[in-house]
Nanobody, 123 residues
Framework: QVQFVESGGGLVQPGGSLRLSCAAS????????LGWYRQTSEKQRELVAAITREKSTNYEDSVKGRFTISRDNGKNMVYLQMNSLKPEDTAVYYC?????????????????WGPGTQVTVSS
């Protein structure tokens, strides 16, 4: 079983930046990729950024050029640098496993998520 604990969210003005962190623990060796998801009360959880163990990355179109995902394999940490934030980025952000098959990133839901971290973009 894998556990994730997210941190780093907060309230920021439009155009501002935040850096999210995620500590992963447990049986993560078999997970091919990790990623950041977000969810609002109006939308289902969506995958916004993913990174493989080899550090190949992929982004959802709305965050390309603004968000950067990174990881520290030695520390089992995943990060999301978010710049030029917009009100529509407001959500609870979770980190989790991502499937990676032949270059395609696939959201995975093992039914066990961390507490998430709230990001609110508002003036």
């Amino acid at each position: 079983q894998v556990q994730f604990v997210e941190s780093g969210g907060g309230l920021v003005q439009p155009g501002g930046s935040l850096r999210l962190s995620c500590a992963a623990s447990g049986s993560i060796f078999g997970i091919t990729a990790l990623g950041w998801y977000r969810q609002t009360s109006e939308k289902q959880r969506e995958l916004v950024a993913a990174i493989t163990r080899e550090k190949s990355t992929n982004y959802e179109d709305s965050v390309k050029g603004r968000f950067t995902i990174s990881r520290d394999n030695g520390k089992n940490m995943v990060y999301l640098q978010m710049n030029s934030l917009k009100p529509e980025d407001t959500a609870v952000y979770y980190c989790g496993a991502v499937g990676y098959y032949g270059g395609t990133y696939v959201p995975v839901d093992f039914g066990s998520w961390g507490p998430g971290t709230q990001v609110t973009v508002s003036s």
